[in-house]
């Protein structure tokens, strides 16, 4: 995607456009990207913003909509028991807001929770409204609190900042899985 962008630099349509598409692949990098972007001048905030928020939006309900659409398999209905179904469901609806903030401060859990909303018809529009209201406010405070370092990182180390935001970016990413790897994995005892 990096090489995308450097390749537009200078068209914001299709500068919208990538970042909007990069929130599928991976949110937290696409909102660093345009914050980086809106930090140089190369798009205004207010634009790149909109193409962030709209794109991680767009992207949930398509998880909801997988979900959904999972559901209707016969194959993956022998998986689950209407008992288990019922049990989900409550527990979704009870506690929509709480899952949409873990789905947010765990990343990896957003896939899973977004998936089964739709796939436990939790209402949309519950979904859809909890969870848009919980993404422009992680967005937001994402967005800014990048924008505001890289215009500091820009304005101290001109073209570089680009590199150092490279490292730190990658670092986060590295950390996060190291993290995970040692204190998220459950040890299982082998079978006996």
């Given at each position: 995607?990096?090489?995308?962008?450097?390749?537009?630099?200078?068209?914001?349509?299709?500068?919208?456009?990538?970042?909007?598409?990069?929130?599928?692949?991976?949110?937290?990098?696409?909102?660093?990207?345009?914050?980086?972007?809106?930090?140089?001048?190369?798009?205004?905030?207010?634009?790149?913003?909109?193409?962030?928020?709209?794109?991680?939006?767009?992207?949930?309900?398509?998880?909801?909509?997988?979900?959904?659409?999972?559901?209707?398999?016969?194959?993956?209905?022998?998986?689950?028991?209407?008992a288990?179904?019922?049990?989900?469901?409550?527990?979704?609806?009870r506690?929509?807001l709480?899952?949409?903030?873990?789905?947010?401060?765990?990343?990896?859990?957003?896939?899973?929770?977004?998936?089964?909303?739709?796939?436990?018809?939790?209402?949309?529009?519950?979904?859809?409204?909890?969870?848009?209201?919980?993404?422009?406010?992680?967005?937001?405070?994402?967005?800014?609190?990048?924008?505001?370092l890289?215009?500091v990182?820009?304005?101290?180390?001109?073209?570089?900042?680009?590199?150092l935001?490279?490292?730190?970016?990658?670092?986060?990413l590295?950390?996060?899985?190291?993290?995970?790897?040692?204190?998220?994995?459950?040890?299982?005892?082998?079978?006996?």
């Amino acid at each position: 995607m990096e090489t995308l962008i450097a390749e537009n630099i200078g068209n914001p349509l299709v500068l919208v456009v990538l970042l909007f598409l990069g929130t599928f692949v991976l949110e937290e990098a696409a909102i660093l990207i345009a914050a980086g972007l809106a930090a140089s001048g190369e798009l205004p905030a207010s634009l790149a913003l909109a193409a962030i928020a709209s794109g991680i939006i767009v992207s949930d309900w398509c998880l909801y909509g997988l979900g959904a659409l999972a559901v209707r398999s016969a194959r993956i209905a022998r998986w689950v028991s209407p008992a288990c179904i019922d049990l989900g469901r409550s527990l979704l609806q009870r506690n929509t807001l709480v899952a949409g903030l873990i789905a947010r401060i765990i990343p990896w859990l957003l896939f899973p929770i977004f998936v089964a909303s739709g796939f436990l018809s939790v209402g949309f529009i519950r979904f859809a409204l909890v969870n848009a209201a919980i993404a422009l406010i992680y967005v937001l405070a994402l967005f800014y609190g990048a924008f505001s370092l890289s215009s500091v990182l820009i304005d101290w180390l001109g073209g570089w900042a680009w590199l150092l935001g490279a490292v730190l970016l990658f670092a986060m990413l590295w950390g996060g899985r190291t993290f995970a790897k040692r204190y998220l994995v459950e040890d299982t005892p082998p079978d006996v």
